[in-house]
């Protein structure tokens, strides 16, 4: 259990071990030589290290890397089927419970819709409920779970581990929900909680950046608009949980109005919801699409009526799909220019459209001309919906790994 004696207390030797181990998480297969020139260590330190981090079953030899003169050097990587985690993703649409190795690969997962029936009472039964038979089921003892990461949408006070008052889930009894107190009686294990934009965006640096950049931005555009930005590897927070801001950034001073008062915001016509209530608008004045179709009233048009008509190129949804991918662009590229991230993610159940992702980042690069030598990598979110689970997993991974 030498993985749990990585936090708290520590003697100088178990810190040594722990800053081997982080560095074979990162950058391994990795060979003993450049381990003694990352660390600093003596080569015979370095080696006792190596032997004592194997024989705890944390790394082992992954076969033989390439030779500089003499003999192949053993490379090493860590175990990641010694100790799991457990991600959990809320949102206002669903709920997402998924098992992960130590290399945040999915083992197991499991989705609940949220409906009007989806207390948080009844919720965070059913999380409890599947990390018990997750854990039961691969026959995981709970001594090897590391803990559990929760991604959530706001606002939350981080440190109390609280829901304080989420807005637009479908069912109540959300506001000031102590998340963390629950499933840590159920489990007595570490829990963190952290919103689900910030967990987004660590989830796929994790997964596929980490090695190669330092700074990324990842946003995400569904009912709401939220962002979460990766600084020199690390989530950048506030004191105070602002996950939607993002959403609320100006594009149009002159603009519509906001659901938060102002006029102008991002999410007035970025969101999910923004265009649901402008694709109603132009059906009432005799637009046609395959939505009419559809509903027998247009007030029974929902978001995934709008989506799926997007992939069946409907001109009307395409139209207002491609000026709300506008407008993301054009936050897209303030936000850069604030920022400076070598990547930008774009994400969400509208960022998984080809047409938004592409006019969105198109906007973006062409609002970015006059700093020709700055070159931004856009990606579409290679994660899809389980970034929130594998953030959630990293994090936990990460309390750890702190120095």
Not at 134 to 152: F, Q, T
Not at 171 to 186: D, F, P, T
Request: net charge neutral; charged share 20%.
């Amino acid at each position: 259990m030498m993985l749990k004696q990585f936090i708290g207390l520590m003697s100088p030797k178990m810190k040594s071990l722990k800053r081997l181990y982080e560095l074979i998480y990162k950058f391994g297969p990795i060979s003993k030589s450049k381990l003694v020139e990352l660390s600093g260590y003596k080569q015979a330190t370095c080696a006792r290290l190596i032997d004592e981090l194997v024989e705890a079953d944390l790394i082992y030899e992954s076969g033989q890397g390439e030779s500089t003169g003499g003999r192949k050097p053993a490379m090493y990587v860590i175990k990641p089927d010694n100790y799991y985690l457990i991600g959990v993703d809320i949102t206002r649409v669903s709920t997402k419970i998924a098992l992960l190795d130590l290399e945040l690969n999915h083992l197991q997962s499991i989705k609940l819709d949220m409906t009007s029936s989806t207390t948080a009472d009844y919720t965070l039964h059913f999380i409890c409920e599947q990390i018990q038979q997750m854990l039961e089921s691969r026959n995981i003892p709970l001594g090897r779970l590391l803990g559990i990461g929760v991604g959530a949408v706001g606002p939350l006070d981080r440190e109390k581990g609280v829901f304080l008052n989420p807005k637009h889930f479908l069912s109540e009894g959300w506001e000031n929900v102590n998340l963390v107190n629950r499933l840590k009686e159920a489990f007595d294990t570490v829990v963190l909680l952290e919103n689900g934009a910030n967990l987004a965006a660590l989830g796929e640096y994790r997964r596929n950046h980490w090695k190669t950049a330092d700074n990324l931005v990842y946003t995400m555009s569904g009912v709401g608009i939220r962002c979460g930005v990766i600084s020199k590897g690390q989530v950048v927070r506030g004191n105070v949980d602002m996950e939607g801001a993002f959403g609320h950034v100006i594009v149009d001073v002159h603009g519509l109005k906001c659901s938060c008062g102002a006029y102008g915001c991002l999410e007035a016509y970025s969101s999910l919801s923004a265009i649901r209530i402008e694709v109603i608008k132009q059906l009432k004045r005799g637009k046609p699409s395959l939505l009419k179709r559809m509903v027998n009233q247009l007030e029974d048009i929902r978001f995934d009526h709008i989506l799926y008509s997007i992939v069946q190129d409907d001109p009307l949804c395409s139209e207002i799909v491609r000026d709300a991918a506008f407008y993301y662009g054009i936050a897209l590229s303030n936000l850069i220019y604030l920022v400076h991230p070598e990547v930008v993610i774009i994400g969400g159940v509208l960022g998984s459209h080809e047409l938004f992702y592409e006019v969105a980042s198109e906007t973006a690069k062409d609002r970015l001309k006059n700093y020709p030598h700055y070159q931004i990598q856009f990606h579409k979110a290679s994660e899809g919906d389980n970034a929130v689970t594998v953030g959630a997993g990293s994090m936990v991974f990460d309390y750890y790994l702190e120095q």
